[in-house]
């Protein structure tokens, strides 16, 4: 009998707790506080012994692994003390993976992994596979795997937290779709940003999916290469980077179509995408062409339910587009935005930081007629973004409420794409974007 501590009592514990317990284990988890009272109900009536209240370091005594939920910090005393004692650390994903014999594929990125994971998984079912998107979207897989399900396919979206606690996460098919300075607050670097991601890489054995750009931080970084063949998506006339086996995936933009021997044909998008969204379409096709070949899976896309808040179009001003991309909480993100947009808008900037400079976006100071920044990051912003002479406001409400003025005297598409963290006034992005819709 191996003795599990879990720390943190939420959903993806349950599905942790009852996984174990079926096998014959003892487990314990521990919490701070009660945060999930529905959740913690259902562990206590499945037999674990629960611990509510200050982790001290005697929670270790006699345990043989360590089950940890992504969002704890890796410096918490406990874990540190796990490490010094050589307890292993695991994840959540690594307990469902142990209990599931189907198909595996994993999606990551700073940006775009979630309508991937989505789009992937819609389109394995459209070509007749059972397969479910779980990991950081949708139910914990070890849940899903503790309720009796089996899907023949799990298509997972996983963050660097997730990755970053997880022993090993065997996969068919990985797709890494962009990178760019986030979480360093936890992870410290960039650069051990990248490896918690590219971890997922270099435990697929079948086919890698990446933009090119993602390879050459790869190449930055010294990271080691994959047994995996690599799926290299190049933007119209972008170069190849050499790096492993690689196969040439390419995009062109204008005419909407993607063309690649993996596919063996050129296929045409069935309606019009934006740039990142023919990203996000293209990886999915190739990943799921090669798991199940289909080639009718594109118009598939009509049936698609897209994430809100994700550049999403909500309507129109004065004929002139708004766009709803709260989601964005990185620069990264913000110049997807700008660089989908045909004309110069009026841009919604501002937020909790984390600590990004803004400067890069003045690439993109083309697409940009006026700028208005709000939030507890509106004063890096005008001064990163100072040629731009940002109009400034201490809120997002304040800065809805100046909106009709800016909007008569310039005649452009709005785009609210905050660069930042929601945290200042909302408690996350879906929340701010809910506000944005509706203010």
């Known amino acids: 009998m191996t003795r599990y501590l879990i720390v943190g009592a939420g959903r993806s514990a349950l599905g942790a707790c009852k996984l174990l317990l079926r096998d014959g284990n003892a487990v314990t988890i521990s919490d701070i506080e009660e945060k999930f009272p529905m959740a913690l109900a259902a562990i206590r009536s499945s037999g674990a012994k629960v611990v509510i209240g200050p982790q ?59 309508t991937t994971t989505l789009l992937l998984a819609h389109f394995l079912q459209a070509s007749g596979l059972a397969a479910e998107a779980s990991g950081n979207i949708g139910i914990a897989p070890s849940l899903i795997l503790a309720e009796g399900n089996m899907p023949a396919a799990f298509v997972l979206e996983l963050s660097s937290y997730q990755l970053d606690y997880s022993a090993s996460l065997p996969n068919r098919c990985s797709l890494f779709m962009s990178f760019a300075p986030d979480h360093l607050e936890r992870h410290g670097t960039l650069m051990a940003y990248f490896q918690a991601k590219w971890k997922l890489i270099m435990a697929c054995d079948g086919l890698a999916v990446m933009p090119r750009k993602i390879l050459e931080f790869a190449q930055r970084f010294g990271a080691p290469i994959p047994k995996a063949l690599i799926a290299q998506i190049l933007m119209d006339n972008e170069s190849p980077v050499d790096f492993g086996r690689w196969k040439p995936v390419r995009i062109d933009t204008r005419k909407g179509e993607v063309n690649s021997p993996l596919l063996g044909a050129a296929q045409s998008f069935p309606m019009p995408l934006e740039i990142h969204n023919q990203l996000n379409v293209t990886a999915a096709l190739i990943a799921s062409h090669f798991i199940r070949p289909n080639p009718d899976v594109l118009t598939s896309l009509f049936t698609f339910t897209w994430l809100p808040y994700r550049f999403q179009k909500i309507g129109t001003i004065n004929r002139h587009a708004v766009y709803n991309d709260s989601k964005s909480t990185n620069v990264e993100s913000t110049e997807i935005a700008l660089h989908s947009l045909s004309n110069p808008c009026i ?14 976006l003045l690439e993109q100071k083309s697409k940009i007629l006026k700028l208005i920044s709000f939030g507890a990051s509106a004063p890096q912003i005008n001064q990163d973004l100072a040629s731009l002479k940002p109009l400034s406001f201490p809120t997002l409400k304040a800065a809805l409420a100046a909106l009709p003025e800016v909007l008569q005297s310039l005649g452009a598409p709005l785009v609210f794409s905050p660069a930042n963290a929601s945290f200042d006034e909302f408690n996350n992005f879906e929340e701010r974007g809910l506000f944005f819709s509706t203010t």
């Open 56 to 114: 001290g370091l005697g929670l270790l005594d006699g345990i043989d692994r360590l089950i940890v939920s992504p969002g704890l910090s890796p410096k918490i005393p406990l874990l540190e003390e796990a490490r010094r004692r050589h307890i292993p650390i695991l994840s959540e994903i690594d307990i469902a993976l142990k209990c599931y014999q189907g198909l595996v594929l994993g999606v990551t990125g700073t940006n775009g992994k979630s």
């Open 347 to 360: 841009l919604l900037l501002g937020g909790a930081s984390k600590g990004e400079s803004y400067a890069p």
